[in-house]
Structures are given as structure tokens and as C-alpha cells.
């Protein structure tokens, strides 16, 4: 990327550009709003509160036209080896196909494996809603357990919550990941073994976290069941190893799996989504996917200068190597996609936390930023401060819908005007004429306003991207979810990384295990550096 | 701090360490570990994997020195108005004065108040737990609901979470801070009005989101008891506003106060703990106090190269200002410490997020750097790919207790494994040779070997400190809270901010306002950019 005639120019677009206020730039050109904003079908994306021109989009989309973007999403969607390390097809956008269109792997279409896995997670949904599944007294199903952890937990656990006003009465979804054993002592300390099923999501089914947490739910499940053969009634498994699903007591015909082209942190979308389909129905789930392959059907044909995810991820590209943002804030003005943030951190982190090229070289420019968030308006009360009078430039992500699904009125209005205006003060800022004479108009002494009005200065200038919708609809929720993915690939494909992989999680697994033997047994310790060694001992005196 | 000696010995001393590698300094020095590593009752602060040798900390400490750092840290405990731009004093430190030092404010010792609102406290929980407080209809109360926002929130919902373990039976704690109307809605959707009481936390008592909210449970709660009376019993306030907590319906009684001396971030010490005091006893309340009180004592009088908040907060600098790291990680391996970081994340950025020094002039560095984080193990398997192997240098704390509350035995092991190991794994890194070696053993051929081995690298060199301590116990959370409260003190000290002021939240709620008028009216609007113009239009077409 580096190299491209592009890259050059942007480089000297940017010395140009960076001494710019966007006050300015928005005081010269009345139509900037309607020019630097898209819309999908009710998403508003506003990102003309950038530090951009016209001149700099051109750029951007050159650079990507340069890096053979178009032809890299045309791979993804034919099911070409993208994930180039592990040679797999990436096909997240397989699993939400709602076209007629085949898509082949090996030479297979592999739409009617998605299909099956589709009717089965129905069939499954439908008899816990209607209380013909029932536990091992006979009593209907009450509550569910996803056991899981990184991508078998974050997308999940994310969508249950964004979809809280769609929930089945009766039924409440739980979510356990941490090894932590607080973690599935909180959970369990709420529920029946009678009325409970446990949902075990890992791919091997050998994650260590998961497969811990799902023996002790076991334990404590046959501690009130007694017999194992019940089991089979109050645990399903959400993997691809039968066998190893079989030895823990599931049932092989409620193993719902996926495939090698499913990654972790793509898989809400495939039977991992088993907890969203329980929690709001798997017609519900039906539109999350609808929403997610809407916005694929428009990455993959829009223009480059007319398509959400590839003009988002360019405008990340600009800040991360021009302006040398090491951070992206996600910012929804939504309780409901608190965990939005979370669930993003490892799409774009794992994914584009790199820097070796898909060919094996050293990347020569920064990859992937921090991603990270709260809610709005908590955030406000919180880290605002440094966004607005920091001394670090944070592009900032705002989500809001326009409307509520809870009581209309003034307290979601509220809300929406505190999101606007945050993204409106980011841009302009304060100057110091307009401190003092808000000052003096609040009758403060002269005194006070020269001693103050350093303090009560906002730079502006500082940029943001608005993505306001209607309301919080699984839909809406599956639209951004996509958006985001393809934003990343965007990203790594202009990066030259394969953001598919996942390497750097390795070595320190692999630590973990000699650790955890010598800290329970004594005898000499392998090689460790003296702080490593140290805190063994350490930790061996006081366990 | 710029024009320091000591700066200027850092900046040339940075260049000849940032080439040299952790592995060769832990080789080259046998007694590393014991050197830099601090005890601080069960607390074991290791930093011994951080970018530094000796010399460093010497130069450092040099630096903190020639700031003038131990008198500003004097000048705190003395009560002086080291909040320069509100010119108050700072003492949260009085909160949890457990010795019998007088502290003084404007000549009166403030020791006596503080007291008696702990008196205050400790009557009301004591009431509430022995069922001699109770509701409208005579039942004692089961639930209690704090409502509040920023660090009306985030510190005490923090630690009634990290407290789980020591929850009194019979009472459970709710936290409500958005506007957005699904947060009350989801909180009011499991309560019975007639067991159910509110502390509404507000200094003011005019915090936007919280008296909306309050209204709203004030509301909801008349629906079922019908006569305004009754508010005072399932009602009080955290405040200092006496005729609006009266206006309300609160029963001034009922109101426990605090004072102009107390940062909201600052304030889980104060009054608004009630609700880690109804969660789990104001005997352990006061541990925390005991706990925080601890820290006080050491962070006054420890000399600075073994005192752990100064340690920490140079080591924070020093990537900061000279590595240019952008970013703080936290990593709590403990479920129960999951809103650590969102509660650092305000207490760190709310006071360092600044460009303005105390005096009125430009900084001349970078100030507070985002935090972030989650809890380990799940990070591991969401954004730890990037703390390895990303082109960017994040700090990270981890802290992990050696004991779990719950089941003893491997899974807690497994949990403490993991975090030394990923301490071990970002400082030692994984040659190119070590890959190679690796995967001989795995016995794949030399083809895959050469085409994935850069992949498989890990550069390590990555610096984190590791605060290990027995058991997450009240006064561990205490000393933990303490030592970051005064970590970022001595950062904003050498930076030469105002830590206790946040003029920067102004703004967006003033053009909130203006924004908020506009949404619900017709009309012409104020002076806006075409973008925010655009929105509210957008926006009103669709409301």
C-alpha cells in the first residue's frame, strides 16, 4: 500500500489538510453534509464531520482501487482461500446468503449445509418455545446457558441484549465464559437444574475455558439429576467434534455444527447464533441474517465512493497512517448495544492486530487500532473529557436510533440531542472569544475569565462518523454488524494482512500449560526469566 | 516537567534503551525480579517487565523530584486547594481518614462530618438489613436501586460487583444511569415497588440523567403505592441539594450528604457508597475505607523509588511521553473485576484527558492515554492477538488474586496460569528460530515451516506490570482503588494539570440543550454546521 502512487499523494494531501479546522471546511461548502453522507435503507451515515475533502475520498478510493480492492471482495464472496495462512475460505456471508446464488467450496455448494443447520436450529427453537422439549422432571425450559468464550461468547452475548425488547417471555438467556470459576458460580446461583439447558459452544469442543465451565455445569447439574442419561435432555453442543460431543453425554443429533470457513469472531451468524434464535425466536434470527446479507448484497456491487464499509475502513486508514490515531471509539447511544464495544474490540483487534503480510513480510505502516467504548450518554460522565480536551486525536464511532422501543418522549429525545451534540462539539470546539463571552454573559470578573478561559477552550477539529437509524431492530442490528466486518476486511485487504487468523493468541497458551503444571506440583522449574520464576514461587507459597 | 534535567536525561537515556531487548535484561541481571518488584501487604507489584533498568528509575524518580512531586502530594493530605481551577481542595483521602489526624478545610477540621455521615450510613444499612426499614405495605426490602451516572456509578457499581462474595443475603443491588429509556425499563421489569427502595445519587441533584430517571422510578412506584407520602420510604438521596431532595418527596433525613471537596470520580468513599454498604455490610464498607486509608499512609510517606502509586505513575509516563504509547491496558483475571476498567477509564481520563496546565499554557507532551480493557481469560480470546503481535506498544496492568472465593482447585490455577503466562509471553516473545524449532517438533514440512514462521513470531518486549494479591477482599479493593487514585495524581502533578477539574464535559451538554429544543419544535433553527443542521432535520422528518 505503501508504495502506490495513492499512498504519495496522500501523504502530501495530508500536510496540506491537517492545518484545517473543519469549521472552516464546512463554512465554505454548504452542501458538504449532503455530499459526505450515505444512506442505507433507514441508515443515515454521516461522516462529513471528517478531517476530509472531496479531494481526499478521491485519494482514499484510489489507493483502494490501487491495492485491487474490488477484485479482494469479489474473492471473499467466490469462496477463494482468503484466509491465506490457514488456506480457508472466509464465508461469514455464506451463513447469511438469503440469495438463491450458490456458493461453492472444494466445488460444493455449500448452501444446503447452511440450510440444514438453519432447519435444525428451527426445529430446536421451536421445541423449547413450545414446551415440548422439556427437562428431566418433565417441567418446560425456563433458562439457557451459552457456555463459551471469545467469539463463541461476545457476538452472542452482544445480539441477546441488543435484542432484549424481541424476547420470548419465559425464556432468559445466561452467558458464562471466564475461567474464573466466579463466573459460573454467579450464574448457576440463579437457576434450576430442572429447567435449565446448557448451550456448549466450541468449535473442538476443547477450549479450555469452556470445556471447565461446562464439566462444572454438569457436576452441578447431575448433583440434582443424578442419572447421566439426562444429560442428553439439558445439554447441546454448538461444535464440529461428534465424538468428543458424544463422551461428554450430548446427543450427536443436537450437535448443531459449522465448518473450517466459519472464524470465531464471524460465527454469530452460524449455530454459535443458537442463543440469539432462543432468546428472540428463529424468525428474529432469519432477519439479523436478512439484515447482515442486505449489507453484503451492497459491499459487494456499490462503488467504492458510494459504500459504507469501504469508505468506513478508508477513513480509518486516513487517521490510522496520516494522522496516526492509535485508537477507534465506539460510541453508541444505545443501552441496549453496550456490549457493542466488546464485541468489536476482538472483530477488529484479532482480525487486523497484525504486522505480517499475508506474503510473510514486516507491514510498514501501523494495522489495526484499539478499538474500544461505552455506551452514550455514560460516557459522557466518564472518558469525554479526553476526547474533547485530550491531547490524542480519537475518531469516534456515534450509533443512535431515532426512536425507542420503550416509552416515547422525552427521555429518548434526550438522548438523540446529547449524541448530536457531542458530534457537533467534537467538530467545532470552543475558541477562546467564545469562552469569554459566554463567561461575561454569566457575569464573572475579568479575573476569573482570563484565569479560566484557557481551561473552558475546546480545540474541535476532532472527527467523528454517525450511523443514526430508526429504531433497534434485529435487522438494523445484522445491517451493522456486516458493516463493521467488512469495514475490517476493507482494512487488512488495503493493509496486506490476513485478517482471518489469529496466531498471536499462541504463544501464550502454550506458556499456560507448563505454568499451571508447576504451579501445582513441586520440583524445579523449566526455563523462565527470574519474574516469571519469581512470582511461581510466589504464588506456590501462598496456594 | 519538559524543561527538567531529567527530562532532558530520559530523552537521551530512551534512545539507548529502546533497542535493547527485556530478554537480555532479565539475562544479564539475576536479582532483576527481587529489585523491581514492591510488597505492600499481600499485594506484589511486579514491574521488573517494563523498558527500564536502574538507571531509568533513578532518572525518573529525578524527574518526579525536580516536579516538586513530594509537596504536591503534601499539599493534597494538607487539604490545600490543589484543585486550582474550582479552588477547592481534593480529599477524598478525609473519606477514609481511619487515624485520628484532624484534617482541615478553611480552618475546621472536617474529620467530625465525615464521621457522622459514616454514623448516618451505618444506621440506615443496619435498618434496611434488619428489616426494620420497610416499604409501603410493611414488607422489608429486597432490592435496592441506585440511580446515577458517571462517578455517581461507575465506582459503586464497580465494587458491588468485585464484592459479590460478601453480599448480604436477601438484598440485591441494581445500578440505573442512562437516559436511553431501556435502561430503567430492563431494571423496573424484575422489581416490586413495595420491597424496592431508590438512592438517587446526585450532588446537585440536577444531573440531567438521573433526575429523569429518578422521575421515571418516582413514576412507576406511585402506579402501585398510589400517595405521594410513601416516596419517602422507598426513597433517598446521595446529595447536598436539601430543598430539591425535599421537593422530590425524599425526607431531608434521609439525605446523606457530601462535599465540594469530593470529585464525583472520586466519590465511592463518600456517601455515595451507600449502595457497596447495603450490598455487602457497612463493616465491610468500612474495610474498603481501612483498605483505601492504607494506600493513603504508604503514598504519603514511602520514599519515592518503593512507593508503588509514584512507581506506577512514572512508569505510565514514561511510555507516555517517550515510547509514545497512546494507550493504557487493564487486565482484571477476575470475573468479579470486570467493571475495573470502564471505572479507571473515568477516574484516569475524567483527570488527565487535558492539554491546559494549571498555570493556563499549552502542555508540551501528551497527557493521559485512553484506558482499556476486559477481563482475562476472556481478552485473550478477543484483543490480546493485537497486545502481541500489533505494530503498536500497549502497556498493560494485569491483577490477579491467587484465591478464588469459589471452588478451590484447578480451575482458579488455571485462571492464575494463564495470566503469568501471557506476562511472560509479551515480554519474551517467540523468535523466529523458536517458531522454527516449534514446528519441526510438530513435524510439519519445511515449506509450511518457511511460509508460516513469520506469522508464528512474536516480538515480544511488550512491558506490563503485574499486581498480584491474595484474595479479592474489601481492603485489597481498596488498596488497589487507592493506588490508582494517586498513580494518576502523580501523573497529573507531572504534568502539570489540574487532575480534579473536567471543564471538558461542558460543551456537548450546553449544545445538548440548544439540540434538544430543536428536535421537539417546529421552527427555524439556531446556527448550526450543515451537518448538524441536516441531523435534526433528518431527524424531525422521522420523529
Known amino acids: 500500500m505503501t508504495h502506490t502512487q495513492a499512498w504519495q499523494e496522500l501523504k502530501e494531501h495530508h500536510r496540506q489538510i491537517s492545518t484545517k479546522h473543519m469549521r472552516d471546511l464546512f463554512s465554505q461548502d454548504p452542501q458538504r453534509f449532503e455530499r459526505l453522507s450515505l444512506s442505507f435503507e433507514d441508515l443515515l451515515f454521516d461522516y462529513s464531520k471528517n478531517r476530509i475533502t472531496d479531494h481526499t475520498l478521491r485519494l482514499l478510493c484510489a489507493l483502494a482501487g490501487q491495492c485491487g480492492l474490488e477484485d479482494k471482495i469479489g474473492r471473499m464472496f467466490a469462496g477463494e482461500r482468503i484466509n491465506c495462512t490457514e488456506q480457508r475460505p ?94 459460573l458460580a454467579d450464574t448457576l446461583a440463579v437457576l434450576r437444574p430442572e429447567t435449565t439447558i446448557f448451550l456448549i459452544a466450541s468449535k473442538t469442543f476443547g477450549t479450555q475455558e469452556t470445556l471447565a465451565n461446562a464439566h462444572g455445569a454438569r457436576d452441578w447439574f447431575l448433583q440434582a439429576a443424578g442419572e447421566t442419561k439426562h444429560v442428553a435432555r ?62 453484503d448484497e451492497h459491499f459487494r456491487s456499490a462503488p467504492l465512493d458510494r459504500n459504507l464499509p469501504v469508505v468506513m475502513g478508508l477513513l480509518g486508514i486516513w487517521y490510522v497512517n496520516f494522522f496516526g490515531a492509535a485508537t477507534q471509539a465506539i460510541v453508541p447511544y444505545a443501552q441496549h448495544l453496550q456490549r457493542l464495544p466488546a464485541y468489536l474490540q476482538q472483530a477488529d483487534m484479532e482480525s487486523n492486530g497484525k504486522a505480517t503480510t499475508c506474503d510473510g513480510r514486516a507491514v510498514c505502516c501501523d494495522t489495526g487500532p484499539v478499538v474500544w467504548g461505552e455506551p452514550g450518554t455514560n460516557g459522557q460522565h466518564a472518558f469525554f473529557q479526553l476526547l474533547h480536551q485530550g491531547t490524542r486525536l ?150
Not at 395 to 424: K, T, W
Open 90 to 183: 472466509a464465508l461469514h456471508v455464506a451463513l447469511r446468503n438469503r440469495s438463491s446464488r450458490p456458493i461453492h467450496v472444494d466445488g460444493e455448494d455449500i448452501m444446503p449445509r447452511v440450510h440444514a443447520v438453519l432447519d435444525q436450529m428451527r426445529a430446536f427453537v421451536d421445541k423449547v418455545h413450545s414446551g415440548a422439549w422439556r427437562g428431566f422432571t418433565g417441567e418446560p425450559i425456563c433458562d439457557v446457558v451459552n457456555i463459551g468464550i471469545g467469539g463463541s461468547d461476545l457476538g452472542p452475548r452482544m445480539a441477546v441484549q441488543a435484542l432484549t425488547p424481541y424476547h420470548k417471555p419465559g425464556i432468559k438467556v445466561h452467558f458464562v465464559s471466564n475461567i474464573d470459576p466466579a463466573d
Open 234 to 295: 439439558h445439554f447441546v453442543a454448538l461444535s464440529t467434534n461428534r465424538e468428543r460431543v458424544r463422551d461428554f453425554g450430548i446427543d450427536p443429533a443436537n450437535m448443531f455444527p459449522f465448518w473450517d470457513w466459519v472464524g470465531g469472531r464471524y460465527s454469530l451468524w452460524s449455530a454459535i447464533g443458537l442463543s440469539i434464535a432462543l432468546a428472540a425466536g428463529m424468525d428474529r434470527f432469519e432477519e439479523l441474517l436478512a439484515g447482515g446479507h442486505a449489507m
Open 394 to 543: 480519537i475518531p469516534v464511532d456515534f450509533l443512535v436510533p431515532m426512536h425507542s422501543h420503550y416509552a416515547p418522549g422525552e427521555h429518548h429525545n434526550i438522548l438523540l440531542a446529547n449524541c448530536l451534540a457531542q458530534c457537533e462539539a467534537l467538530m467545532r470546539g470552543r475558541t477562546d472569544a467564545e469562552a469569554r463571552i459566554q463567561m461575561e454573559a454569566q457575569g464573572l470578573d475579568q479575573a476569573d475569565i482570563s484565569r479560566l478561559a484557557p481551561h473552558r477552550v475546546f480545540p474541535g477539529n476532532r472527527p467523528s462518523n454517525l450511523l443514526m437509524f430508526d429504531k433497534l431492530t434485529p435487522r438494523i442490528l445484522g445491517i451493522l454488524i456486516a458493516l463493521y466486518e467488512h469495514k475490517i476486511y476493507v482494512q487488512g485487504t488495503l493493509w496486506g494482512i490476513n485478517s482471518f487468523d489469529q496466531w498471536g493468541v499462541e504463544l501464550g497458551k502454550q506458556l499456560a500449560g507448563t505454568i499451571l503444571t508447576e504451579l501445582q506440583e513441586d520440583g524445579a522449574l523449566s526455563e523462565h526469566d527470574a519474574s516469571t520464576a519469581g512470582l511461581i514461587r510466589h504464588a506456590r507459597r501462598n496456594l
